[in-house]
T-cell receptor, first 111, second 114 residues
Framework: EDQVTQSPEALRLQEGESSSLNCSYTVSGLRGLFWYRQDPGKGPEFLFT???AGEEKEKERLKATLTKKESFLHITAPKPEDSATYLC????????????FGTGTRLTVIP | DTEVTQTPKHLVMGMTNKKSLKCEQHMGHRAMYWYKQKAKKPPELMFVYSYEKLSINESVPSRFSPECPNSSLLNLHLHALQPEDSALYLCASSQGRGSADTQYFGPGTRLTVL
């Protein structure tokens, strides 16, 4: 059965304090792994798509990496505006285009 | 442009009302989705339309009725809802092709059922 687990559930960082969010997955053939950012009461904002182990993508202070079992979202020198819930989702080869979401990591960056 | 628009932003309705949520995209995407999201939970898939045909219905109660009038528009008709249906309703779209298919989400409609 497809499963996505994100940790930690919540993370508080001081401004400038770098850290990583984890997304562990079990899926019967990975078609893609996706990272989204979601602000309260708003729709998820697309960040990255990763397709295969070893792939890395960067955008401003964010860098996403992928192995065969997990993905990390590294946040370098975060700012208060990076505070949000970060969602990881997987798309399986056999699941049409469905996204299977993890429960998210709620990040708070303190000035 | 990766914009998906949704109207209305907020909706309050009684259990006997009939209302509709609307979603629009102009990215040429051929797959469109409805999700329901409760507070502090991830989005839950409700329906998938692929090339204007309903391809997935995740055992959603019949009081939710989706409609895809054309490749750019997606509606969700609501009737006789229950208070537990109060949630953020999200629309998304994607190219609809076989490879890893990135979904782009709209801002959502906050629905409150009294």
């Amino acid at each position: 059965e497809d499963q996505v687990t994100q940790s930690p559930e919540a993370l508080r960082l001081q401004e400038g304090e770098s850290s990583s969010l984890n997304c562990s997955y079990t899926v019967s053939g990975l078609r893609g792994l996706f990272w989204y950012r979601q602000d309260p009461g708003k729709g998820p904002e697309f960040l990255f798509t990763l397709y295969s182990a070893g792939e890395e993508k960067e955008k401003e202070r964010l860098k996403a990496t992928l192995t065969k079992k997990e993905s990390f979202l590294h946040i370098t020198a975060p700012k208060p505006e990076d505070s949000a819930t970060y969602l990881c989702a997987v798309q399986a080869e056999t699941g049409a285009n469905n996204l299977f979401f993890g429960t998210g990591t709620r990040l708070t960056v303190i000035p | 442009d990766t914009e998906v628009t949704q109207t209305p932003k907020h909706l309050v309705m009684g259990m006997t009302n009939k209302k509709s949520l609307k979603c629009e995209q102009h990215m040429g995407h051929r797959a469109m989705y409805w999700y329901k999201q409760k507070a502090k939970k991830p989005p839950e898939l409700m329906f998938v339309y692929s090339y204007e045909k309903l391809s997935i219905n995740e055992s959603v109660p019949s009081r939710f009725s989706p409609e895809c009038p054309n490749s750019s528009l997606l509606n969700l008709h609501l009737h006789a809802l229950q208070p537990e249906d109060s949630a953020l309703y999200l629309c998304a779209s994607s190219q609809g092709r076989g490879s890893a298919d990135t979904q782009y989400f709209g801002p959502g409609t906050r629905l409150t059922v009294l």
